[in-house]
């Protein structure tokens, strides 16, 4: 149980920090924000639980091919917002297509030999 709160209390602290950062400084919070510290964290913490070199290798791998998708909400958003949609629509634009390029990744990855 401990494990567990160790776990999300570390998950929690990277938020609160890129979140303030990027309140007093946007880019510095992005940089902080585009570190892989929660794919790190779990990595670290999917080795301490199985110790499995496989396991650990395929998800490497396939956090990847799972980042590659959701790469263009990073430039949705922003446009939308410089042609004044507002930040709700403009996040829900972003996560729709993320979860659309998501879906047609799980579809054609395995057509492609990825293991996901």
């Known amino acids: 149980m401990y494990y567990l709160l160790i776990k999300?209390?570390?998950s929690a602290i990277i938020i609160v920090i890129v979140s303030e950062t990027a309140r007093r400084n946007p880019g510095t919070g992005a940089l902080i924000a585009s570190l892989p510290l929660i794919s790190v964290l779990g990595m670290i913490?999917?080795?301490r639980?199985?110790?499995d070199v496989a396991r650990l290798a395929d998800h490497s791998a396939a956090t990847?091919?799972?980042v590659?998708?959701?790469l263009p909400m990073f430039l949705v958003i922003p446009?939308?917002?410089k042609r004044g949609v507002g930040f709700?629509?403009?996040l829900l634009a972003g996560c729709v297509l993320t979860m659309a390029l998501y879906a047609s990744m799980v579809w054609a990855g395995p057509k492609f030999g990825?293991?996901?």
């Open 8 to 10: 999300a209390v570390a």
């Open 45 to 47: 913490w999917l080795w």
């Open 49 to 51: 639980d199985t110790q």
């Open 64 to 66: 990847f091919w799972y």
């Open 68 to 70: 590659l998708p959701s």
């Open 79 to 81: 446009a939308l917002l």
């Open 88 to 90: 709700w629509p403009a």
């Open 114 to 116: 990825l293991k996901l």
